[in-house]
Structure formats: C-alpha cells, structure tokens
C-alpha cells in the first residue's frame, strides 16, 4: 500500500518552489499542460494541487509513507474516542434527567411494576432475586448532591473523551500529549476494577485499547523524549522529504555549488560520494 499517495488522494497534491535555483530547477518541470512540480507526499510531477514558495528551510514538513499511515491509526483511535464521549455524554445526560424527573419517573415505575412482575412471572423469574430492579430501587433512594456530583463527573469524563478524540484526529503534537496523558491517569483505575473480579469484556477490552493507545503515541510519537523526542521526529521527517533528498542529491553531485569553498576544502568528497557521482548521468549535472 502506498500510504503516500493515498494521502495524496485523501488532501491533495502539495508543491513547493524553492528559492535556490538549482533545487528548483530538481523539482519543476514543463509539461504540455504548464509548469508541473513535484509533489512532496508522493514524489510525482503535478500541475495541481496547493502550491508554496520561498526559501527551501522554510518547505512544509509533510507526512509521507509510514507516517500518513501512523496518522490514519490515530484516527480510528479518535473515532473510538467519540464513540466513548456519545455514551459517557448519554449516561451524564440520563443522570441529570434522573434527578430532576425523579418523582415522574418514581410514578411511572410504580405504575408499570405490576405488569414488570407479570412479565418476569410469565418468564420464571423471581422478581425478589432481579439484580436490576434492587438497582433501580436504590437509585430511586440516592441523593441529589450525590446526583448532581455523579452528572458533572460524567460530563468532565465525556468531555475529556472528545478533546482526545479532536487532538488525535488532527494529529497535533498537543493532543497526542492530551490523549497520552489522560488515557494513562485512568489505567490504575481501569486495572483496580478489574482486579475486584468486576471483569467484563467490554472493561478488559477498554484497558487493551487504552495500554495500546498510551504505548503506540509514546513510542511512535516519541512523547516525553523517547526515541529522541520531538528534535528527532521532526529529523525523521526531514530526511524523508523530497526537498531533503533532492538537495542531498544536489549535493552529492556538486559538492562545491552546494557547499562553501572552505568547507569543501575541509572535506574532501569521500570515495563513495565520488562513486555516486561518477554513476550520475552527464546530462544531469547543472
Ligand atoms: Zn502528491
């Protein structure tokens, strides 16, 4: 799968135009269609797409190959993330509806209950022995403070579950910080649950996805200087740039245009960058 070009089909094409003449003349082309540039993502001649100039330190760091697909992994985190926030934000909701239409609701379970104990006769349950309907007793004894605390929790819950689902989908460094950070304050907490013997599959799959999550954004991410952190993410995607690669190739086959003449001096071209620059074509050279 070439992720670079599937990026490029998700965004569209990104061009840039150096100001250094010799890179320039690297990434241009004329084409029967007008001037074509080459695209930073996936490398080929374009005519379309957004296009940028100026100094070639100042090109846009663009995702290519292996990150774009870093990227899209990102994004099935937030959308399990937003999915979260729905049914966090639903049972904050719930809860604040219990509180204020308790007597209603109180009426209209005291009013359905015959029928609730038809039904479970009918079924051959006993009612005395359901485990819901005691809950649903108990709550209707809880107070409202506790209420009223147990919906604001909820909703700060869900709300954190939607900035990590925003900060993961659009892959800023921000919120890969965010979504690290508050998926791993609630992993002691997710374990303690489940050490309780409160296991369920949906808690222990929610622990895998949020020890998955915290472990991938670190490592890959380089969070908190890991792998070299941030200075060397950014290294990484430099030296997978196209402007990074054609200049390097400009350089190895002119070393003098591409360098002061005292550092030429300094360092001599080594054997193998004269290999390289014997196997390059003469039409090639600028
Ligand atoms: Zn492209």
Redesign the pocket.
Known sequence: MDW??F??FRK????YAPDEPELRDRLMAATAGGTAWR??????F?TD?QHGSGPAAAAPLVKRGKELRGELILRVFAVERFLRFLVIGFAAYGVWRFKYDRAGLQRMYDNALPAIRTLYGDLGFDVNNSRLLKLINESFAFNSRWLTLLAIGLAVYALIELVECIGLWQGQRWGEYFAMVATSIFLPWEVWELARGHITWLKVAALMINLLLVVYLVWTRRLFGVRGGEAAYDARLRTESVIEVEQAALAAASPSTAVTPADAISSRPSRHEQDRTDERPAGQEP
């Open positions: 670079s070009l990026g490029c569209g094409h990104l061009t695209c930073l993502r996936c490398g080929a374009v797409g």
